[in-house]
């Protein structure tokens, strides 16, 4: 029998789960899936194999769930980048977009800096793959 294979991605708000290899999965497999979904509120997309919970939830979380559960799934984790219009506040770069910094001056920012653009930050470094 094939492990289910989800690809997690954390949104803003929430986070939403594609089954890669719904196809091939048996029914009692999916209907392990769709109760997972039904008891957190969440909704099944059978046309996209996507599911989506309307709760914020970290990557880790996520897999510790899913093994609390005794559900055997390979699980993988997409990174999201959305560009961001944010312009950095402050030092020789200020006014820049995060996007038009030098990745030497992201990764010193990664080591120094904890405001409020964080997010903002460690998105930018994941998607230069720093």
């Not at 038009?100 to 653009?117: A, F, H, R, T, V």
């Amino acid at each position: 029998m094939q492990k289910p294979h989800f690809i997690f991605t954390k949104k803003t708000n929430s986070f939403s789960v594609h089954v890669e290899n719904l196809e091939n999965l048996h029914v009692e497999q999916i209907h392990v899936i769709q109760d997972f979904v039904t008891a957190r509120n969440g909704y099944f997309d059978f046309n996209t194999y996507t599911f989506i919970i309307r709760k914020k939830l970290e990557f880790q979380e996520f897999v510790k769930l899913v093994k609390t559960l005794h559900v055997d799934a390979f699980i993988e984790e997409k990174t999201l980048y959305i560009q961001s219009n944010a312009r950095i506040e402050f030092g020789q770069y200020k006014g820049m977009f995060y996007n038009e910094l030098p990745d030497s001056y992201l990764l010193w920012l990664n080591n120094n800096y904890i405001g409020k653009d964080r997010e903002i930050l460690c998105n930018e470094i994941k998607s230069r793959n720093l």
